[in-house]
């Protein structure tokens, strides 16, 4: 079992940078494929971006390719969302969630964290 915990969203301008980091429990992370997910108000729950267990394979929404990198850090059981030229329409609760399968099949991620706010101004 793995816990989740994330950090880093806040309030920024559209055109903005913010880095959002997930820390993880336990001694297995790196045998996780780790995603991350947003929710905005009144919409359902989106994929955004997901890596394999060593890092080598990603995968990036199309809504967010070429601004949102997804990245880890295996020895600080880490993983994080680097999102630059953000837009009002990113605004939304980040979520992050370990699979123990293929990091793009959406239905395997079983461990989520609380989520943390992204907020972007216009």
């Known amino acids: 079992q793995v816990q989740l915990v994330e950090s880093g969203g806040g309030l920024v301008q559209a055109g903005g940078s913010l880095r959002l980091s997930c820390a993880a429990s336990g001694r297995t992370f790196s045998t996780y494929a780790m995603g991350w997910f947003r929710q905005a108000p009144g919409k359902e729950r989106e994929f955004v971006a997901a890596i394999s267990g060593n890092g080598g394979v990603t995968h990036t929404a199309n809504s967010v390719k070429g601004r949102f990198t997804i990245s880890r850090d295996n020895a600080k059981n880490t993983v994080y969302l680097q999102m630059n030229s953000l837009k009002p329409e990113d605004t939304a609760v980040y979520y992050c969630?370990?699979?123990?399968?293929?990091?793009?099949?959406?239905?395997?991620?079983?461990?989520w964290g609380q989520g943390t706010q992204v907020t972007v101004s216009s």
């Open positions: 969630a370990a699979s123990m399968g293929r990091p793009n099949v959406l239905q395997g991620y079983g461990y």
